[in-house]
């Protein structure tokens, strides 16, 4: 009588208490996370139809939420608490030396004026910004860029999806965050191989210095040129491999060689690294 009273209960106390879910998101896919403490409750990738997202904007933002939604629903979390991990096309970032070794007085202003000099795939005229500064001299901020009509688009996306969002995030700040604990002094990279292109985050005293794009993992012998030309200008010290296992563990071994490095880490976590990242930042 106990187990059926508490299966009946169970829809109303998922709604009276709503579990925090974390969503990355991607053109190809969504993963869907859940703790409960340390330990992984759940973990999902579910792939999304073709042009449903391009280039980390939603084009079809009813199917989208209905996805997210009755996914939620059949899982047994109906009116979550979102944070999501927006996909990496949808921000960009940068680290800004300030001119003249000081603070500006509107540092928003200044990096407008000289949007320009910073090669970004788009225009800031219709972006939010976000300036965090960044220890040491001269004096330097790290620039987080969103274009607003996506963001405003995967506001939506969650509103039709009937579930509260409570934040969104860039996939770097989370990669870097999820790699935090391993990382020391020096130059510390984080690799991230897939399928179809890869990326390098690197760090130096434990903040950012560069992100480069890289060719797939599958393509090793432009990979390994491309890693030796980089290592030869940043000397890293450490680096931290994240993506896909099966893709980047037959390149482990040559890593190092590749970047000139004694140390070669993997991230060891249950769920994707950006993922971890996000839930580390409610951890703080």
């Given at each position: 009588m106990l187990s059926g009273l508490q299966d009946q209960l169970a829809p109303l106390k998922s709604w009276l208490f709503p579990r925090r879910v974390y969503l990355q998101l991607e053109d190809q896919a969504f993963t869907a996370m859940v703790l409960d403490g340390e330990r992984v409750e759940w973990l999902e990738r579910v792939p999304l139809p073709e042009g449903l997202c391009v280039n980390g904007q939603p084009t079809?933002?009813?199917?989208?939420g209905d996805l997210v939604g009755d996914l939620l629903i059949e899982r047994g979390f109906p009116g979550a608490r979102v944070k999501a991990v927006l996909p990496r096309a949808a921000t960009v970032w940068?680290?800004?030396?300030?001119?003249?070794?000081?603070?500006?007085?509107?540092?928003?202003v200044v990096v407008r004026q000289q949007?320009?000099?910073l090669d970004l795939p788009w225009s800031l005229q219709d972006a939010d910004l976000r300036l965090e500064p960044l220890i040491g001299a001269p004096p330097r901020s790290l620039l987080v860029a969103v274009q607003r009509?996506?963001?405003?688009?995967?506001?939506?996306?969650?509103?039709?999806?009937?579930?509260?969002?409570?934040?969104?995030?860039?996939?770097?700040?989370?990669?870097?965050?999820?790699?935090?604990?391993?990382?020391?002094?020096?130059?510390?990279?984080?690799?991230?191989?897939?399928?179809?292109?890869?990326?390098?985050?690197?760090?130096?005293?434990g903040e950012p210095l560069g992100e480069w794009s890289l060719p797939a993992a599958s393509n090793a012998e432009q990979l390994h040129q491309q890693l030796g030309l980089w290592a030869k200008r940043y000397n890293p010290a450490l680096a931290v491999v994240l993506g896909d296992e099966d893709l980047s563990k037959p390149l482990r071994s040559r890593l190092g060689q590749w970047l000139g490095c004694d140390q070669v880490a993997v991230a060891s976590h249950e769920a994707p690294a950006a993922l971890w990242g996000l839930a580390r930042g409610d951890q703080r």
């Open positions: 079809a933002v009813e199917a989208l940068r680290v800004i030396a300030w001119p003249d070794a000081h603070w500006p007085d509107q540092p928003e949007q320009d000099q009509g996506l963001l405003e688009a995967w506001i939506e996306v969650f509103s039709q999806a009937g579930v509260a969002l409570d934040g969104m995030e860039p996939l770097p700040i989370c990669l870097w965050r999820a790699a935090e604990p391993q990382l020391g002094q020096g130059v510390q990279v984080l690799l991230q191989l897939e399928e179809e292109q890869s990326w390098l985050l690197a760090l130096d005293q």
